[in-house]
């Protein structure tokens, strides 16, 4: 399968909305979007089209969640389906990220809360 991801900016958050699988295959396709789109420290990850991550996505995930920390800023997460919340909460991982029901709530709340 393939993997979609969408960009734009929502109240100067940049929001990226993943679609697809993401697998071994897929995540240079996430991660060159990451290096090019996220030039800030805020971003959201739109999970709502994801319908399946292995580990190599988690780990990138992961990545990122701490390369925005360690610059002051935040990795949100939004709308994750089920078989990828499953996999954030068997890696211990699900009370680590800033997850939140959809990209609304995400960018709604402030850049200095963070859940």
């Known amino acids: ?5 969408g960009s734009e900016v929502q109240r100067g958050w940049r929001v990226l909305a993943v679609a697809g699988e993401l697998d071994i295959d897929t995540v240079p396709v996430l991660a060159a979007r990451f290096d090019a789109d996220v030039t800030g420290t805020h971003a959201v ?14 780990a990138l995930v992961l990545e990122w969640h701490r390369r925005l920390a360690d610059a002051g800023g935040q990795l949100r997460i939004a709308s994750v389906q089920g078989p990828v919340r499953r996999l954030f909460e068997l890696a211990d991982v699900a009370e680590v990220l800033s997850l939140h029901e959809t990209v609304d709530q995400a960018v709604q709340a ?5 859940r």
């Not at 399968?1 to 991801?5: A, G, S």
Request: aromatic share 4%.
């Open 1 to 5: 399968m393939e993997l979609n991801v």
């Open 110 to 114: 402030s850049a200095d809360t963070p």
């Open 45 to 58: 990850l739109d999970l709502s089209g994801l319908q399946f991550m292995d580990s190599t996505g988690l």
